[in-house]
């Protein structure tokens, strides 16, 4: 066996894992870079439909063109997508088409990936399949392989980790996840099927790293409803405006959101292109329970429509809208910079419901956010926030359970994966031998 570490294994995003068994290969998520997407769209003015040669030369696809040097881009059987955030998914419209094989997730990943290539008007020749969480499918290659979506709890809804059996083992790709018993909406993880597997044997886990050097075990998403609760209904906020930004694919933070607005007797609306996409796909895959309850604006017209009626009923309205990382062109820049038809005056209230993701653009961008937010006088209340990604004693967890024969520590940059290598070494692993230190675009035989 080969596993292929393709992207995600110098930076956070890109991510791309290949496994190669006999004549069949297996691939795991395709994501895009966003930092460098992002940096695209500010240097165009007007967003357009980006060519696969251009998201090539500005690093923001996975380099792909690694398995046509290997002889395996005609091998791959199968995309398997973990879950609906764009650096596991966003590479699919720009490279599905140069693999025949079907393109695989549960339903909230499939409804957004739908979405994002209507969006852009892209078609793949693809086959695209959705599963349910806690369901299993047959991969036909030269053999036929079961893969398991198992249901495990992230910052968005029917995330997976994916079970390969093959003849030398099970390969478990555990790329995002947190182990959340008390979820605010979908399932808690599954683990019975995991206890399963590792009884059957698991020759290697490729897992999710990116707090391993964090001493902790990460908050429940009930934690974070909390936290919400406590500033919405306890700031004095009678006569104010309230906003709130936060992650438009974070569909049970925005049902947490959306309870207490409705508990402050407020009209809520959610203003945003991405916000629409995500909410829409919750909705086509039946985990929006709350889709009655909000007005969605997202095109100019009705984003100016909605923030004129929130200027006249400010006490009444409670706003939840795009712009947690500053971003240039989200609702909460445009209010910032005072290009839409809203307002702020001193008290009022901005939640981020949300963590600024640490690189150096989306740090310099939030931080000119809030500058401009606090000439306004506005309250700012910041990281109102619990992670989505597990920490140490969370891998100590998981990999207690599983008891692998291999680690692969996957989802960052060399820095932030080390710290797994010395969890590993503290459970027993030796560097090199069982837990291995991958880097983009390298291959390790088992």
Known sequence: ???????????????????????????????????????????????????????????????????????????????????????HIGAVPYMGYRYNAPVVGTPFSIN????????????????????????????????????????????????????????EGVVLYANDFKLDKTPVLGLPPNYDALKRIAKQGVKALIVDSLYSGLEAKTPSEKIARALVEEVLMTVKNEKSAIFVATFSSHIARLKTIIDFGKKLNRNVYVIGRSMNKYISAAKD??????????????????????????????????????????????????LARKKLPFEFKP??????????????????NKGNMDKRLK???????????????????????????????NIIPAHGSTQQLTPMVELAREMGYRAGKECHLMHDGQSLKL
């Open 112 to 167: 957004v990936l739908k979405k994002i290539m209507q969006d852009d008007k892209i078609r793949i020749p693809n086959q695209i399949k959705t599963i349910n969480p806690n369901s299993s499918l047959t991969v036909k290659g030269k053999k036929n392989y079961k893969v398991e979506f198992l249901n495990v709890t992230h910052s968005t809804i029917q995330t997976s980790m994916m079970a390969l059996h093959t003849p």
């Open 347 to 364: 008290n009022d209230n901005i939640i981020f419901s949300s963590k600024t993701i640490p690189t150096p653009g989306n740090i310099a």
């Open 375 to 405: 000439k306004l006088g506005v309250r700012l209340f910041d990281n109102v926030h619990v992670s989505g990604h597990g920490g140490k004693e969370d891998l100590r967890d998981l990999i207690s359970i599983l008891n692998p024969e």
């Open 1 to 87: 066996m080969e596993i292929h570490t393709i992207g995600g294994f110098n930076e956070v995003g890109k991510n791309m894992t290949v496994v190669h068994t006999g004549d069949d290969a297996i691939m795991f998520d395709a994501g895009v870079y966003l930092p460098a997407v992002i940096e695209l769209q500010e240097q165009e003015a007007q967003q357009e439909t980006y060519s696969e040669k251009k998201l090539r030369n500005i690093g923001a696809l996975p380099d792909d063109l690694l398995l046509d040097k290997l002889g395996l881009r005609n091998k791959v059987r199968a995309i398997l997508l973990g879950h609906a955030h764009l650096d």
């Open 285 to 334: 895959a039946n985990m929006c329970p709350f889709y009655k309850d909000i007005v969605i604006g997202s095109y100019k017209k009705q984003v100016e429509a909605i923030l004129k009626k929130v200027s006249k009923n400010r006490e009444n309205s409670l706003v939840i809208c795009t712009g947690h990382q500053g971003e240039p062109g989200s609702i909460l820049d445009r």
